[in-house]
């Protein structure tokens, strides 16, 4: 017990991430609503991309843009000092998907409303086993 | 000269373009530029995989950088083969459809010939890939356009269904982007063949055993593996039928593909085998699958429906054999990914033949059809036939791989859940076939003296011969399985 909390503190990041992509799972499971389902594929999708975030990190490192040194000369480049810039390229990527995901979902969302006039999914579900 | 392995997945894309455009002039003409584009695709797929066979791998830099930095296309015996088969069947089914989009979703024509093209570009492009992330992107563009696909389906419960695929098909996809994470991570790459040389020395991490199970799980998702396989049904029977066709027999398929890639390229045999020992757990799930797709295949009443359980029961065939271990299972595996989708294939290009002349094909109304429609139903016997493993249909020739490995590893539960599928899938299909051939209309009886004379009502020419051609290959590729093993397969597995 004594271990858990230093591991808990050393790696937060980990841990913000799996309890957001938890509640967007829990939300995506127990939620009646439609729209509240969609909001947490869109949690779920958003915590996956702050772990990449997070691995592409280090302390006391800046932007990945390499200074020019004094008179034009280039400063040396250190590795180091540079956070990983991979990661977050990768997840413009994964930003555009997730919005695109986003938008089908809620076009079939407005589908689904005009059709029916609700969005909650047990009324749904009874409307579809009268038919 | 030598670009055409990127040919294959890009004139699509620009057709898609094209198409898309081409329809603010002139409906009409999306059409052509769609058939245009899959046909350049096919034959560079084609001219690949002769080179492939000739020559050995293939690898294609983006733009000319070089691999860890670069995207690369590799272009192994395997990737060429499925490349063709995607290829191929796309661009046939294109031909098949023009009558059914006429039909079904006449107002959307246009936007359907874009949508099914960049719905092709991400099959190809998830095939040719030698890059993780790069995987991740073409598996979303696939998904995505299969969602809005789904949803141009049935007008009350299509898109119920799509958005219901829409909500699982993410989690598998986000399973597969966290695992990749882990994986670069531990490498600092994400190109396979680099990612695989960094992993030699790390068999023990337990980065790679996280990224490995998330991946796992990501593609048996996205595959509709048994547990996790109940967006399936809905999402493909709802959809049109023209979508349906290449789905069914493509996007499950190529699922297979990447798992297969993954343990074969990046993670490796020896670290699956022999580090994990996972091999007769997962073969367990796929005995499960098996039987429980065939079991659920029964209870439907829907021909359409009961195509999508006999789906699930099929993914658990290939499963099985690419976890076996042995070079007999992932044989029969990955020969089972050709014959599959071949008969997949030319069971639904059978159905929608059928869905074309009556609309509903719940298995009360399909009473007569082998007088109105013999050549389609010709096309769906051999397809049967070739489901349920009659020799010399090509279904027959995996099932004795995968049966031969599963008697090697000692998994007589396997071997005998696919028997009993193989049975069940018998008795599935002598149902229909009986429902079809004895029972007629009572009125036809009434009113036919002793003589009666069915009309016959065929679907159109394009449509009946595509669905010739693909139920006719199914006998040749069953008849030249031996070629396709020794050029193809086992060069492949050595």
Known sequence: MTDLLPLIVAKYNYWLYVILMMIGLYAMIAKNNLIKKVVGMNIFQTAIILFYLSIGYKKDATLPIVEVGHEGQEAVVRALDYINPLPHVLMLTAIVVSVATFGVAMALAVRIYQRYQTLEEDELRMRLSEE | MDNYPVLIVVTPLLAALFAGLAAWIEERLSYPIALIGLAISTFSAFKVLMRVIASG??????AGWAPPIGIEYRIDLLNAMVLMLVSSVAFLNLIASYKSVEQETNDRAASFYTVYLLFVVGLLGVTATGDLFNLYVLIEITSLTSYAMVALGDRDRAPLASLNYIFIGVIGASFYLLGVGYLYMQTGSLNMADVSRILQSHQGSSIVLTAFILCMIGLWIKMAFFPLHVWLPNAYSYSPVAFSRVVAPLM???MIYIMIRLMITVFGYDYIFKTLHLSSAVVWLATIAILAGAIMALAQKNLKK?????????????????WMGNQLGMTGAILH???DALMTFAMFLAVGNIVYKIKDVDLSNLTGLFGKMPWTMAGLVLAAFSI???PPTCGFFSKWYLILAAFEKGAYQFAAALIISSLICAVLFFRVFEICFFNTDSKDHEHGNGHPQIKIEEAPVSMLIISGLVSL?????GLFSGTIVNTIILPFLK
Request: glycine share 10%; hydrophobic share 55%.
């Open chain 2, 57 to 62: 791998t293939i690898q294609y830099r983006m």
């Open chain 2, 252 to 254: 499950t398929k190529v």
């Open chain 2, 306 to 322: 009961m195509l999508t359980y006999i789906i699930i029961c099929e993914i658990g065939y290939m499963v099985g054999g690419a």
């Open chain 2, 337 to 339: 990914i050709l014959n």
């Open chain 2, 388 to 390: 349920i493993g009659v």
């Open chain 2, 473 to 477: 290959s199914l006998i040749v590729v």
